[in-house]
């Protein structure tokens, strides 16, 4: 079993959409919690960071962490088209990060 | 550009071939990590430099892997004897350690293909 379980997807939605990504995982020394982007091609580039447990807004997106349920989720609001890419949750164990598979996001427009 | 820089972009090489990459660190960034990332998965952690001392190495690196960061700046990343199981995408990414959380920013990656 994996540290950190993402639905790969695909998931597409129409514009205007509201979004949920999920991520579940298995080690409960994680205190970082994080959610990248990756266009096709290019690195991740990190969205959000949260510590332990609680919510975190910035603009459009929304990071939930569970650490009772080992649970994290991201939401997007108003999704856009240019919010198309694989989203990856990552968690900060010692020094390294362990991520999820990603999901696959596509917004119709 | 002051990102993490990565060369090169692409790779190509028969199997059985020697293979060496190079990271370039965001300036003072005194960390600097290398990952892999495989096709429809998420990148997975290879090693880590904090200034020239290499202080983690996962179980994924196997002795054809080698990587280094001499002055504590840019580093290398060596795959000797290639196989077509070597075929993904090399990140590397840099921090500054502050506290107990340091962001890693991630370059452009390293797409190697073994044939």
């Known amino acids: 079993q994996k540290e950190v379980e993402q639905d790969p997807g695909p998931l597409s939605v129409p514009e205007g959409a509201i979004v949920s990504l999920n991520c579940t995982y298995s080690n409960s020394a994680f205190q970082y919690f994080m959610w990248y982007r990756q266009y096709s091609r290019k690195g991740p580039e990190l969205l959000m960071y949260?510590?332990?447990?609680g919510n975190k807004e910035d603009g459009r997106f929304t990071a939930q962490v569970d650490k009772s349920s080992k649970y994290i989720s991201l939401f997007i609001r108003d999704s856009q088209p240019s919010d198309s890419a694989t989203y990856l949750c990552a968690m900060q164990g010692a020094q390294k990060l362990v991520f999820g598979q990603g999901t696959r996001l596509t917004i119709n427009p | 550009d002051t990102g993490v820089s990565q060369n090169p972009r692409h790779k190509i090489t028969k199997r059985g071939q020697n293979v060496t990459f190079r990271c370039d660190p965001i300036?003072?960034?005194?960390?600097l990590y290398w990952y892999r990332q495989t096709l429809g998965q998420g990148p997975e952690f290879l090693t880590y430099f904090q200034n020239e001392a290499q202080l983690e190495k996962s179980r994924l690196l196997s002795d054809r892997f080698s990587a280094e960061r001499p002055k504590g700046s840019f580093s290398t990343l060596e795959i000797q004897r290639t196989e077509q199981g070597d075929s993904a995408m090399y990140l590397c990414?840099?921090?500054?350690?502050?506290?107990?959380?340091?962001?890693?920013?991630f370059g452009p990656g390293t797409r190697l293909t073994v044939l």
């Open positions: 990414a840099s921090s500054l350690k502050q506290g107990a959380y340091n962001e890693q920013f």
């Open positions: 949260t510590y332990s447990s």
């Open positions: 300036s003072e960034h005194n960390r």
